[in-house]
């Protein structure tokens, strides 16, 4: 494997403050609803949750002694019909994260028009420190103190960072035990055998490659060769380099918490999958890395961010070499340095389009959990790609048409749903 470059780390050096992720969001919300000619009641009603619920969340810990831990539910907006979204367990946690995604995911249901508003989660805590025990308390204790606020026709949560289908299946278990009833559609994301749905594990990255491949025809590229960097080595990462590499794109980067490493020719990305651990990391086998801002910078087709927040900042968006930027991670790239981009010709496809195919799967998921009837992966794959698709073409015509960003144009289509519906409902 060779030409694999330099050094050390793969991180944001300043780290994204909750202001900025909310306060970018209400500044886009704001112009969408602008230009759409929404009053400003509008902008009031849509720019943060109708609902925050802050728990305590007492945990009886291995050792024997109580551990109380801090948790939030943030419903967006219901208007459409139940809020939907993830639980993140994460030591970085805060109410104006789990807010601000909670917007994020009202636009991606708009965008789709999916029947829910956005709903998002979170738990102040590092499971990777816990053992198995006391993450499955912690996850019954979160269910018993939310479960007032959620439910099939209310909000359905959904896993997100740090969670998984194992921790949805103890949500599941400890809201039915609380409702006597069996709730399949309380939850998404849950194990095949409890009423999951084929395809959901790999349905946001199937979704940003679908996204990827029609921007590139868009721009006149065919997806055969195309060169990409994906960085960000976890489960959207790294099954996102599966299927390119399995569609005929070259995958000539990736980077993952060690590190990135690139190889003009193509990385050989069979061998990498088979060698990389439980957290996604494999770079750590490489005695040669690149830092987190070369990698970002290094020459490519498409730029694949799927890690962290504001990794493409006003100081790094003129040094950009790919020509497509597609955002799998949410939040990777500041408003800043999106226009920048934009006004240097490169085209940005943005996370609340790029990577809601996680968010569209488990809607089929609870489609398939409300009638009692399963689909086959086929038809979730195939469905999929029709929403995406569509929702592709229609904010890029969007976009094209009013001369303004992807991103502005993913907003106004996004947020016309929930405006809407707020008004017939006679709240506005």
Same mark, same amino acid.
């Given at each position: 494997?060779?030409?694999?470059?330099?050094?050390?780390?793969?991180?944001?050096?300043?780290?994204?403050?909750?202001?900025?992720?909310? %306060?970018?969001?209400?500044? %886009?919300?704001?112009?969408?609803?602008?230009?759409?000619?929404?009053?400003?009641?509008?902008?009031?009603?849509? $720019?943060?949750?109708?609902?925050?619920?802050?728990?305590?969340?007492?945990?009886?810990?291995?050792?024997?002694?109580?551990?109380?831990?801090?948790?939030?539910?943030?419903?967006?907006?219901?208007?459409?019909?139940?809020?939907?979204?993830? &639980?993140?367990?994460?030591?970085?946690?805060?109410?104006?994260?789990?807010?601000?995604?909670?917007?994020?995911?009202?636009?991606?249901?708009?965008?789709?028009?999916?029947?829910?508003?956005?709903? $998002?989660?979170?738990?102040?805590?590092?499971?990777?420190?816990?053992?198995?025990?006391?993450?499955?308390?912690?996850?019954?204790?979160?269910?018993?103190?939310?479960?007032?606020?959620?439910?099939?026709?209310?909000?359905?949560?959904?896993?997100?960072?740090?969670?998984?289908?194992?921790?949805?299946?103890?949500?599941?278990?400890?809201?039915?035990?609380?409702?006597?009833?069996?709730?399949?559609?309380?939850?998404?994301?849950?194990?095949?055998?409890?009423?999951?749905?084929?395809?959901?594990?790999?349905?946001?990255?199937?979704?940003?490659?679908?996204?990827?491949?029609?921007?590139?025809?868009?721009?006149?590229?065919?997806?055969?060769?195309?060169?990409?960097?994906?960085?960000?080595?976890?489960? %959207?990462?790294?099954?996102?380099?599966?299927?390119?590499?399995?569609?005929?794109?070259?995958?000539?980067?990736?980077?993952?918490?060690?590190?990135?490493?690139?190889?003009?020719?193509?990385?050989? &990305?069979?061998?990498?999958?088979?060698?990389?651990?439980?957290?996604?990391?494999? =770079?750590?086998?490489?005695?040669?890395?690149?830092?987190?801002?070369?990698?970002?910078?290094?020459?490519?087709?498409?730029?694949?961010?799927?890690?962290?927040?504001?990794?493409?900042?006003?100081?790094?968006?003129?040094?950009?070499?790919?020509?497509?930027?597609?955002?799998?991670?949410?939040?990777?790239? =500041?408003?800043?340095?999106? /226009?920048?981009?934009?006004?240097?010709?490169?085209?940005?496809?943005?996370?609340?389009?790029?990577?809601?195919?996680?968010?569209?799967?488990?809607?089929?998921?609870?489609?398939?959990?409300?009638?009692?009837?399963?689909?086959?992966? /086929?038809?979730?794959?195939?469905?999929?790609?029709?929403?995406? %698709? /569509?929702?592709?073409?229609?904010?890029?015509?969007?976009?094209?048409?009013? $001369?303004?960003?992807?991103?502005?144009?993913?907003?106004?289509?996004?947020?016309?749903?929930?405006?809407?519906?707020?008004?017939?409902?006679?709240?506005?």
């Amino acid at each position: 494997m060779k030409n694999i470059v330099k050094r050390v780390i793969v991180g944001a050096s300043n780290p994204p403050t909750d202001e900025n992720i909310m %306060v970018s969001t209400q500044q %886009v919300i704001r112009k969408a609803l602008d230009i759409m000619g929404y009053n400003e009641s509008f902008y009031e009603l849509l $720019k943060e949750p109708l609902r925050l619920l802050t728990v305590r969340i007492p945990v009886r810990m291995d050792d024997g002694k109580v551990q109380v831990f801090t948790g939030y539910r943030a419903q967006h907006n219901d208007a459409t019909g139940p809020t939907k979204g993830g &639980i993140r367990f994460h030591p970085s946690v805060t109410a104006d994260e789990v807010s601000a995604l909670s917007l994020w995911m009202t636009i991606k249901c708009g965008i789709f028009d999916l029947p829910f508003g956005g709903g $998002k989660g979170g738990i102040v805590c590092d499971p990777r420190s816990m053992s198995v025990g006391e993450v499955e308390r912690l996850a019954r204790g979160y269910v018993r103190a939310i479960s007032q606020i959620v439910g099939p026709t209310k909000d359905i949560p959904a896993p997100d960072v740090y969670t998984n289908a194992q921790i949805m299946a103890w949500m599941l278990d400890e809201y039915s035990s609380i409702r006597e009833n069996d709730s399949p559609g309380f939850i998404t994301g849950k194990p095949i055998v409890l009423g999951g749905s084929r395809g959901r594990e790999k349905a946001t990255s199937l979704g940003t490659a679908i996204a990827l491949r029609e921007a590139a025809l868009l721009q006149g590229k065919s997806l055969e060769g195309l060169k990409v960097c994906i960085q960000g080595f976890g489960n %959207v990462g790294s099954n996102l380099a599966e299927i390119l590499h399995s569609w005929g794109a070259t995958v000539v980067g990736i980077s993952d918490v060690n590190g990135g490493i690139y190889n003009e020719e193509g990385l050989d &990305i069979p061998y990498l999958l088979d060698r990389r651990d439980s957290f996604g990391s494999v =770079t750590n086998l490489f005695s040669t890395r690149l830092s987190n801002e070369e990698f970002l910078v290094l020459p490519c087709d498409v730029l694949v961010p799927a890690a962290m927040e504001n990794q493409i900042t006003l100081d790094n968006a003129d040094a950009i070499q790919a020509q497509l930027v597609v955002e799998a991670a949410n939040g990777p790239t =500041t408003l800043e340095a999106s /226009e920048r981009l934009h006004e240097r010709g490169i085209l940005v496809i943005p996370d609340v389009l790029a990577n809601a195919g996680g968010v569209t799967v488990s809607y089929f998921e609870w489609v398939q959990n409300n009638q009692g009837y399963y689909w086959a992966e /086929e038809e979730i794959n195939k469905q999929l790609e029709n929403k995406m %698709v /569509e929702a592709v073409h229609n904010v890029l015509e969007n976009a094209k048409s009013r $001369k303004i960003t992807p991103r502005l144009a993913a907003y106004m289509v996004g947020i016309r749903k929930a405006a809407e519906a707020s008004r017939y409902r006679g709240w506005l």
